[in-house]
Structures are given as structure tokens and as C-alpha cells.
């Protein structure tokens, strides 16, 4: 009986499709990629054709070695990486490793599945492919091009900038994206604009509300309150005529089932959950979890696809479930049929559950948390992209009035009733802003007829403004980075990853805004490199690696049109690239300790305003910074609270703070972004180790009793809880707090006596083994008094405070 060896990227995978193969089948993991080109070395002879270097990845050869072994003893090895450019690359680097130089060694085939079910297994297994060298050298393409760009631009962002940094021709063009929006939002001049709402009573509620649509046929343009006034001047006292009612039926159709990026933005707008930890928990789904009986079991398909086909058997299984489960109305005559991408690769599937039975409810008891959250989010989005379309009834209200002036306006109100809620009984697509058919919902319209006059209410005009473009969320950039044709969704997680380890960008408020470090280093690069950091040239690049795949094109003659290019953009750069460094920029500050001039000069922590009289004036001061938030008041003065003394801007290891002019004699800080530090109160109660007075103090953990003759005395009170120490007797328990700010109580005798405890202790004796305290617990089915003997089980409610 022939032996077989099988080799897929990870263990759960491995034991996930060992389980269908049987006992002639060994199932090996390599862990990902086991050669790639090495970390200190280029690796790439530009001039014999772009021929890369691999070697065998750092800490690989032992893995290899026994994966050697285990193919001297089998008649196939069967390569099982993952359906895509990455897992083929991976599957002919094996080859190269494991196949014998004479040529009598075991057949090596490739096997491919988007999903890891028996059956899917099984069909793989039956008709086993060779290597595909296309898909290989569309990996290799990319790579090879990432090289070249990282190691020829990182070094001159090393010289001109700080060691460290690092330039990648995609995650330059998601920053760029980044630094243009942030300019944007700076550059953005609001405009003044008024809407006109009525509110009108018909024969039967609800009330009437309309809003202002038309002016003498014209969409109004009321820039100014005192237009606003002139309209409602002119429509005083005038009659509301309903012009016309119409009904149309307006049906809402399901939307596809996920693919990488439309999963990676729904996740991130429905489930907070960022790039990287979505594809995280896809991968678990993928390759298999525990399910009971059944044992390891793929969840998902494959998770890294960009189409949205799907097979013909698990249409079958989505429809039978549908009239199951929801009935006949829910279920469309024909199964529904999506148009993907013209780029899309359809020999993968869309995002879907391996099983339509499988319901997340029969999965709870087996998934983690978040993976619950995921596969429900997958179930439900592939179940109703197999539904019927949800039909709503829209209704639009004209009313008709004519000013004083003769001037006629047009007042419009618009609602939808849901009549049938198909899809949406399953799931209904997150957005990124509200739109019409939200509004058209929220509004409830009674019945009126054709010339009826309505009642006046009231009116009401309200100003508004014009607001910038929003900055970037996860799921928006994704968005956006899709639409330009930008990288592909499987390399997201990692870009979005990159720029925020480089410090290039932060997250504020979950959305992306560019560092003073991150818009240098974009304008640099766009300063040299300005057509290889473009939008439109990044998408073709992403264009030719499809070619590749496709057989259309050799990849090194790809390589070359875009070195040609390269290389005489980075002649010009080594020469003419801006010296962040050392360059300094002239202010209008003069030095208020020397007299001499001021300029701006870039340090480790970024930009800052020095004294040109260097080294013998060392006077130095922060950036006034331009911020998108409302800048009416950065020009305030801020005082520091304890002493008076004026306040400044200064950078730390942790970001931006003020601080008081005073150090060292007044270390008074804030952190930006939080709240003013209260001012220390002081007491009555004196210090027992100086005699000065004790103060209220607030401290990052909350406020705390300490003596205001700090530095000099450093007494600080300690927060009794009347429990005498049950370890050494002699000690009183005292609350106190861990490096991370969490509360704790331990012994004041420390480090003599090492008694901790969690629960707060409790002046009371248990009533059944006499402990000397009992602890305070919360619980879900309440809050108790409990004796901290764990063999001890009293427990009693807590009594509880009233708040006068």
C-alpha cells in the first residue's frame, strides 16, 4: 500500500485535513514561507535579468530536514498551500527542497481547495495538478519589485531623515492617500448654508413635515440667515396646497456575498474588529475547529479571494435552508447570480460557510467570542445574498406655496413603508454615513390628497455648514484603496500594519491621521519618486502581476520597463533628494535668552524651533502645531495650575504634553487631549513627618492625599481600610496600586510581610469559620460580602450605599 506525504502551512490545517485522509496519508506543516530572499543582502542581479537569491529562512533547515525524511519513505508528496500566489510560491520552494536530483524520487503534485471539508479534500486529492510557474512568478514578480524599492529608497530616507525608516511602494501610496485627505480637512473652508423645514397638519396625524426643495423651480440656494428670514417673510400667513401624492413600489436587492475587502470593511464598521485581526480570525475558520463529534472542521472558505462565484452545491444547500428555515417567499424562482470584479480570479469562491445547517446558534458552544462574531457576520451575509429583495412602499408629498412676491415654492416630504423584508429578516450591509433610505424610513406621513390645504404649525429654518471630507477609517481606506486598484485585500492587514509600526500614522478616534514624521517622508518620496508612488501607476503595476499570473507576460520583461523608470528616479534623488537633517528654515522668533535669531530644525522626535547661536545657546522651543480640530483656540494662553506660570507645548517618548515653565522646581504636566488637572486643595490635616499642610492631589490614577512640601518632603498618605494584616498581624491592609494603575490591597509592612489581596477587605467576622475579614465581591448575580477561606463558602449580600 503506497505511503503519501502531504504538506500543508499550519498545524491546524495539518490536523484539520489529516483527519480525511486516513492512515496512508502523513500530514506535515512547513509554517508558512521556508525561503525567501535574506534580510541583509538585495538579492536580486538587476543585471542578469532580475534573478533573486533565495535561501532557506533562519530557523527553517531543521523543518526542512525532517520533511526530507519523511518524503525518503513515500511514493507522492502532495503540496496543499493555500489556493493563492503566496501559497504556490510556497508549494515550488518545497518542490525545489524535496525533489529528487536524480529523478527517481517520489511524484510531487499540487492540490488545491477552497474550503477544508471532506469532500472538497476528497476532490483534490482525486485530480492533483502540477506547480503552477505563472501564479509562482506573479509572487515572485511582486516580491522582487517590493525588494528593489525597500532597499534602494529606505537608505536615503535613512540619510536624509532619521535610521529606521522604511519606504514600501504600496504602503507609501495608503499613506499618501493619508497625507492628501489630512490636507484636505487643513485646506477646507466651510460655507454657510440654511434648509427650510414646515411642519403641517393634515385632516389625520401624523404631522406633516416637509422640507424647503424648490424656489420658482430652482433647487434653493440660501447662503445667509438673512436669505432664510426673506423666505419666511414671503411664506407668512400663506396657504399649504398638497400638489401631488405618488406611491411607487422601490425594492432594495441583496448584496453579494464577502469577499476579502468588502469582509475586512464590514467587520471593521459592525464588529470594531481592525484589518489585521478579522484575516487573524478568518484564517482559524478556514482551517479548522473543534466541532464535538465531527472533530476539526473548516468553517469558512477561503478567506484571501476576490470572487464572488459561488459553487454549485452550496447554492443547494443555501436554498434548501432558506425554504426551511424562512419559506417559500423568502426563496428567489432562480439562484442569485453576482457580477465580480473584471479582474477577479473566479477559480476561487466567495466567502462562505462550508455548511448553510451549520447556524451560528449550533456553532456558539464551540467558537471563541470572536470567532462567533466573524462566522455569524460570514453566515448571515452569504445566507442572504440567496434571498428574495426586501419592497417598500415610497411615498413623496409635494406641497405647494405661493409667497407674497408671487414667488412659488416647493415644499417635499418623503417616507417608505417596508412591505416585505426579504434579505433584511437576515442581514442588512453597515454603512459609512447615512443616506435617503435611512431619512425616508424615519419618516411617518399621514394620508392627504391632491389639492387638500394643511394646517400651518410652525417653520422652521436652520442654519447649517459645509463639512470636510472625513479622515480615514480601516474600512474606509480598504474602500478606497480597492476602488484605485491599490495592492490586493489579502495585503492590507499588513500596510495598514506597517505605517502604524513606523509611527507614519496614528489612529484618533479609530481613524487614520498622518504624523509630522509621515507627511515628511510623503513629500519626500513624492519629491522624487512622484510617478512611483502614484495612484494610477500602482494600479497598473497590480495589472501587469495579473498578467503574469495569466501566462500574458514574462515577469522579468515587466521588471524591466518598471526599472527603467526606477533607476533614473533614483540617480536624480541620490543628487537632489531635500536634507531633512540638516536643512533649517528662518523664523520670526528671536531667542529670548541670546538675542540671536531662531529657526526650524528637524530632531529625533521631529521639527522644533532652535537657536541659531548652537552650541553656546542651547535655547530651544516646540512648533506652534495646525491641528483639523477647531483652531479658535490654540491661540489661548494656558496657565499652570499649582504656580501660575505660563505653560508650554513640549514631545515626549509618549507624544505631545504641556508643561509648566517652572521645571524643575514646578513639574506640573497634561497630557494633550485630557482634562485640566485639578489645582491641589489644601487641608487641615498636617503632615506627620515635616508638619506642612497635606493637599488633594490628582495624579494619573485619580486623586490622592500627599504633603505639599513635595519634592523636599515626599510623604504621602496612605488609604487605610481598618483590616488588620492576617498574615504577620503587626501591619495594617492598605489599598495600593500596580504599575498598570490596577488597585490592590497589601500589607503596609512591605517588603517585610508580602500579603496581597484583590478584593478590597472588610472590617466583619465570618460567621462560620471566624476569619477576621470578609471581601467585597461584584457578580453578575449581585454584589456580596464573601469570606476570603477558600474552603470557606459564606457568603452574604452587601448592604447598599445610599447617595444623599
Same mark, same amino acid.
Given at each position: 500500500?503506497?505511503?503519501?506525504?502531504?504538506?500543508?502551512?499550519?498545524?491546524?490545517?495539518?490536523?484539520?485535513?489529516?483527519?480525511?485522509?486516513?492512515?496512508?496519508?502523513?500530514?506535515?506543516?512547513?509554517?508558512?514561507?521556508?525561503?525567501?530572499?535574506?534580510?541583509?543582502?538585495?538579492?536580486?542581479?538587476?543585471?542578469?535579468?532580475?534573478?533573486? +537569491?533565495?535561501? @532557506?529562512?533562519?530557523?527553517? !533547515? %531543521?523543518?526542512?530536514?525532517?520533511?526530507?525524511?519523511? #518524503? /525518503?519513505? &513515500?511514493?507522492?508528496?502532495?503540496?496543499?498551500?493555500?489556493?493563492?500566489?503566496?501559497?504556490?510560491?510556497?508549494?515550488?520552494?518545497?518542490?525545489?527542497?524535496?525533489?529528487?536530483?536524480?529523478?527517481?524520487?517520489?511524484?510531487?503534485?499540487?492540490?488545491?481547495?477552497?474550503?477544508?471539508?471532506?469532500?472538497?479534500?476528497?476532490?483534490?486529492?482525486?485530480?492533483?495538478?502540477?506547480?503552477?510557474?505563472?501564479?509562482?512568478?506573479?509572487?515572485?514578480?511582486?516580491?522582487?519589485?517590493?525588494?528593489?524599492?525597500?532597499?534602494?529608497?529606505?537608505?536615503?530616507?535613512?540619510?536624509?531623515?532619521?535610521?529606521?525608516?522604511?519606504?514600501?511602494?504600496?504602503?507609501?501610496?495608503?499613506?499618501?492617500?493619508?497625507?492628501?485627505?489630512?490636507?484636505?480637512?487643513?485646506?477646507?473652508?466651510?460655507?454657510?448654508?440654511? +434648509?427650510?423645514? @414646515?411642519?403641517?397638519?393634515? !385632516? %389625520?396625524?401624523?404631522?406633516?413635515?416637509?422640507?424647503? #426643495? /424648490?424656489? &420658482?423651480?430652482?433647487?434653493?440656494?440660501?447662503?445667509?440667515?438673512?436669505?432664510?428670514?426673506?423666505?419666511?417673510?414671503?411664506?407668512?400667513?400663506?396657504?399649504?396646497?398638497?400638489?401631488?401624492?405618488?406611491?411607487?413600489?422601490?425594492?432594495?436587492?441583496?448584496?453579494?456575498?464577502?469577499?476579502?475587502?468588502?469582509?475586512?470593511?464590514?467587520?471593521?464598521?459592525?464588529?470594531?474588529?481592525?484589518?489585521?485581526?478579522?484575516?487573524?480570525?478568518?484564517?482559524?475558520?478556514?482551517?479548522?475547529?473543534?466541532?464535538?463529534?465531527?472533530?476539526?472542521?473548516?468553517?469558512?472558505?477561503?478567506?484571501?479571494?476576490?470572487?464572488?462565484?459561488?459553487?454549485?452545491?452550496?447554492?443547494?444547500?443555501?436554498?434548501?435552508?432558506?425554504?426551511?428555515?424562512?419559506?417559500?417567499?423568502?426563496?428567489?424562482?432562480?439562484?442569485?447570480?453576482?457580477?465580480?470584479?473584471?479582474?477577479?480570479?473566479?477559480?476561487?469562491?466567495?466567502?462562505?460557510?462550508?455548511?448553510?445547517?451549520?447556524?451560528?446558534?449550533?456553532?456558539?458552544?464551540?467558537?471563541?467570542?470572536?470567532?462567533?462574531?466573524?462566522?455569524?457576520?460570514?453566515?448571515?451575509?452569504?445566507?442572504?445574498?440567496?434571498?428574495?429583495?426586501?419592497?417598500?412602499?415610497?411615498?413623496?408629498?409635494?406641497?405647494?406655496?405661493?409667497?407674497?412676491?408671487?414667488?412659488?415654492?416647493?415644499?417635499?416630504?418623503?417616507?417608505?413603508?417596508?412591505?416585505?423584508?426579504?434579505?433584511?429578516?437576515?442581514?442588512?450591509?453597515?454603512?459609512?454615513?447615512?443616506?435617503?433610505?435611512?431619512?425616508?424610513?424615519?419618516?411617518?406621513?399621514?394620508?392627504?390628497?391632491?389639492?387638500?390645504?394643511?394646517?400651518?404649525?410652525?417653520?422652521?429654518?436652520?442654519?447649517?455648514?459645509?463639512?470636510?471630507?472625513?479622515?480615514?477609517?480601516?474600512?474606509?481606506?480598504?474602500?478606497?484603496?480597492?476602488?484605485?486598484?491599490?495592492?490586493?485585500?489579502?495585503?492590507?492587514?499588513?500596510?495598514?500594519?506597517?505605517?502604524?509600526?513606523?509611527?507614519?500614522?496614528?489612529?484618533?478616534?479609530?481613524?487614520?491621521?498622518?504624523?509630522?514624521?509621515?507627511?515628511?517622508?510623503?513629500?519626500?518620496?513624492?519629491?522624487?519618486?512622484?510617478?512611483?508612488?502614484?495612484?494610477?501607476?500602482?494600479?497598473?503595476?497590480?495589472?501587469?502581476?495579473?498578467?503574469?499570473?495569466?501566462?500574458?507576460?514574462?515577469?522579468?520583461?515587466?521588471?524591466?520597463?518598471?526599472?527603467?523608470?526606477?533607476?533614473?528616479?533614483?540617480?536624480?534623488?541620490?543628487?537632489?533628494?531635500?536634507?531633512?537633517?540638516?536643512?533649517?528654515?528662518?523664523?520670526?522668533?528671536?531667542?529670548?535668552?541670546?538675542?540671536?535669531?531662531?529657526?526650524?530644525?528637524?530632531?529625533?522626535?521631529?521639527?522644533?524651533?532652535?537657536?541659531?547661536?548652537?552650541?553656546?545657546?542651547?535655547?530651544?522651543?516646540?512648533?506652534?502645531?495646525?491641528?483639523?480640530?477647531?483652531?479658535?483656540?490654540?491661540?489661548?494662553?494656558?496657565?499652570?495650575?499649582?504656580?501660575?506660570?505660563?505653560?508650554?507645548?513640549?514631545?515626549?517618548?509618549?507624544?505631545?504634553?504641556?508643561?509648566?515653565?517652572?521645571?524643575?522646581?514646578?513639574?506640573?504636566?497634561?497630557?494633550?487631549?485630557?482634562?485640566?488637572?485639578?489645582?491641589?486643595?489644601?487641608?487641615?490635616?498636617?503632615?506627620?513627618?515635616?508638619?506642612?499642610?497635606?493637599?488633594?492631589?490628582?495624579?494619573?490614577?485619580?486623586?490622592?492625599?500627599?504633603?505639599?512640601?513635595?519634592?523636599?518632603?515626599?510623604?504621602?498618605?496612605?488609604?487605610?481600610?481598618?483590616?488588620?494584616?492576617?498574615?504577620?498581624?503587626?501591619?495594617?491592609?492598605?489599598?495600593?496600586?500596580?504599575?498598570?494603575?490596577?488597585?490592590?490591597?497589601?500589607?503596609?509592612?512591605?517588603?517585610?510581610?508580602?500579603?496581597?489581596?484583590?478584593?478590597?477587605?472588610?472590617?466583619?467576622?465570618?460567621?462560620?469559620?471566624?476569619?477576621?475579614?470578609?471581601?467585597?465581591?461584584?457578580?453578575?448575580?449581585?454584589?456580596?460580602?464573601?469570606?476570603?477561606?477558600?474552603?470557606?463558602?459564606?457568603?452574604?449580600?452587601?448592604?447598599?450605599?445610599?447617595?444623599?
Amino acid at each position: 500500500m503506497s505511503k503519501n506525504l502531504v504538506i500543508v502551512e499550519s498545524p491546524a490545517k495539518a490536523k484539520t485535513i489529516g483527519k480525511y485522509l486516513g492512515k496512508n496519508f502523513v500530514v506535515k506543516a512547513s509554517l508558512g514561507h521556508v525561503k525567501d530572499l535574506p534580510k541583509n543582502d538585495l538579492a536580486v542581479d538587476v543585471e542578469r535579468g532580475f534573478e533573486p +537569491t533565495y535561501e @532557506v529562512i533562519e530557523g527553517k !533547515k %531543521k523543518l526542512i530536514g525532517e520533511l526530507k525524511a519523511a #518524503a /525518503k519513505g &513515500a511514493d507522492n508528496i502532495y503540496l496543499a498551500a493555500d489556493p493563492d500566489r503566496e501559497g504556490e510560491a510556497i508549494c515550488y520552494h518545497l518542490q525545489e527542497e524535496l525533489q529528487s536530483k536524480s529523478g527517481k524520487g517520489p511524484a510531487i503534485h499540487r492540490v488545491m481547495f477552497n474550503e477544508i471539508t471532506a469532500n472538497a479534500v476528497r476532490k483534490a486529492f482525486e485530480k492533483p495538478l502540477p506547480v503552477n510557474t505563472s501564479l509562482v512568478d506573479a509572487q515572485q514578480a511582486r516580491r522582487v519589485l517590493d525588494r528593489l524599492v525597500g532597499y534602494k529608497i529606505s537608505p536615503l530616507l535613512w540619510d536624509k531623515v532619521r535610521r529606521g525608516l522604511s519606504a514600501g511602494r504600496v504602503q507609501t501610496v495608503a499613506l499618501r492617500l493619508i497625507v492628501d485627505r489630512e490636507r484636505e480637512i487643513l485646506a477646507f473652508e466651510k460655507e454657510e448654508y440654511w +434648509t427650510i423645514d @414646515v411642519a403641517l397638519n393634515a !385632516k %389625520k396625524p401624523p404631522v406633516l413635515k416637509a422640507r424647503l #426643495a /424648490k424656489i &420658482a423651480g430652482e433647487n434653493p440656494k440660501i447662503g445667509n440667515q438673512a436669505a432664510a428670514d426673506g423666505v419666511v417673510a414671503d411664506i407668512n400667513g400663506t396657504a399649504y396646497v398638497v400638489q401631488s401624492v405618488g406611491t411607487k413600489e422601490k425594492k432594495r436587492n441583496a448584496v453579494p456575498p464577502f469577499i476579502t475587502s468588502t469582509l475586512q470593511q464590514e467587520a471593521a464598521r459592525k464588529l470594531r474588529f481592525s484589518v489585521k485581526r478579522t484575516m487573524m480570525i478568518a484564517q482559524r475558520l478556514y482551517e479548522g475547529i473543534e466541532i464535538g463529534e465531527e472533530g476539526a472542521v473548516g468553517l469558512i472558505t477561503y478567506m484571501r479571494t476576490d470572487s464572488v462565484r459561488v459553487a454549485e452545491d452550496a447554492l443547494d444547500d443555501a436554498r434548501n435552508f432558506i425554504a426551511e428555515r424562512y419559506g417559500p417567499p423568502y426563496l428567489p424562482e432562480k439562484p442569485n447570480v453576482y457580477r465580480g470584479k473584471k479582474d477577479a480570479q473566479d477559480a476561487h469562491e466567495a466567502i462562505r460557510p462550508t455548511g448553510a445547517f451549520r447556524t451560528p446558534e449550533s456553532m456558539e458552544k464551540f467558537l471563541q467570542e470572536d470567532e462567533l462574531k466573524l462566522y455569524r457576520l460570514i453566515w448571515m451575509r452569504f445566507m442572504a445574498s440567496q434571498m428574495m429583495p426586501a419592497l417598500f412602499d415610497q411615498t413623496s408629498i409635494d406641497v405647494a406655496v405661493t409667497g407674497k412676491s408671487k414667488t412659488t415654492y416647493l415644499f417635499r416630504a418623503t417616507g417608505s413603508v417596508m412591505k416585505f423584508d426579504g434579505f433584511l429578516k437576515v442581514y442588512e450591509e453597515g454603512k459609512d454615513s447615512k443616506d435617503e433610505d435611512d431619512e425616508e424610513l424615519k419618516h411617518k406621513l399621514p394620508l392627504v390628497a391632491q389639492g387638500e390645504e394643511l394646517k400651518f404649525k410652525s417653520i422652521e429654518p436652520e442654519q447649517h455648514f459645509t463639512e470636510p471630507p472625513p479622515r480615514y477609517t480601516e474600512a474606509t481606506l480598504v474602500k478606497e484603496l480597492e476602488a484605485n486598484g491599490v495592492g490586493r485585500p489579502s495585503t492590507y492587514a499588513s500596510i495598514l500594519s506597517t505605517i502604524q509600526e513606523r509611527e507614519y500614522v496614528k489612529k484618533e478616534g479609530g481613524k487614520f491621521a498622518p504624523t509630522e514624521l509621515g507627511t515628511v517622508v510623503t513629500d519626500l518620496l513624492l519629491e522624487s519618486f512622484g510617478d512611483i508612488f502614484d495612484v494610477l501607476y500602482t494600479a497598473r503595476i497590480e495589472e501587469r502581476f495579473d498578467e503574469i499570473e495569466e501566462g500574458a507576460i514574462d515577469w522579468r520583461n515587466a521588471m524591466g520597463d518598471f526599472y527603467d523608470k526606477f533607476s533614473v528616479d533614483l540617480e536624480r534623488a541620490a543628487v537632489h533628494m531635500t536634507d531633512i537633517k540638516r536643512m533649517e528654515k528662518p523664523t520670526d522668533f528671536v531667542c529670548d535668552k541670546c538675542g540671536k535669531p531662531m529657526v526650524i530644525k528637524w530632531g529625533k522626535h521631529g521639527s522644533f524651533i532652535a537657536c541659531t547661536g548652537y552650541p553656546e545657546c542651547t535655547s530651544t522651543r516646540e512648533i506652534p502645531t495646525t491641528t483639523t480640530e477647531d483652531l479658535g483656540e490654540q491661540g489661548e494662553d494656558e496657565y499652570c495650575v499649582n504656580c501660575g506660570r505660563p505653560m508650554v507645548l513640549k514631545k515626549g517618548r509618549f507624544g505631545q504634553f504641556m508643561a509648566c515653565t517652572g521645571y524643575p522646581d514646578c513639574k506640573t504636566t497634561r497630557q494633550l487631549g485630557q482634562a485640566e488637572k485639578k489645582a491641589d486643595q489644601k487641608l487641615d490635616e498636617l503632615c506627620p513627618q515635616c508638619g506642612n499642610n497635606l493637599v488633594m492631589k490628582s495624579g494619573r490614577f485619580g486623586e490622592f492625599t500627599a504633603c505639599s512640601n513635595y519634592p523636599s518632603c515626599k510623604y504621602v498618605k496612605q488609604k487605610l481600610t481598618g483590616v488588620k494584616c492576617p498574615d504577620c498581624s503587626e501591619g495594617d491592609i492598605i489599598e495600593r496600586r500596580s504599575k498598570r494603575g490596577k488597585t490592590f490591597f497589601g500589607c503596609n509592612r512591605y517588603p517585610k510581610c508580602e500579603f496581597v489581596a484583590w478584593a478590597k477587605p472588610v472590617v466583619k467576622q465570618c460567621p462560620d469559620c471566624a476569619s477576621p475579614y470578609l471581601v467585597e465581591k461584584y457578580l453578575k448575580s449581585g454584589n456580596f460580602l464573601q469570606c476570603p477561606n477558600n474552603e470557606c463558602k459564606y457568603k452574604e449580600p452587601m448592604a447598599e450605599t445610599v447617595v444623599a
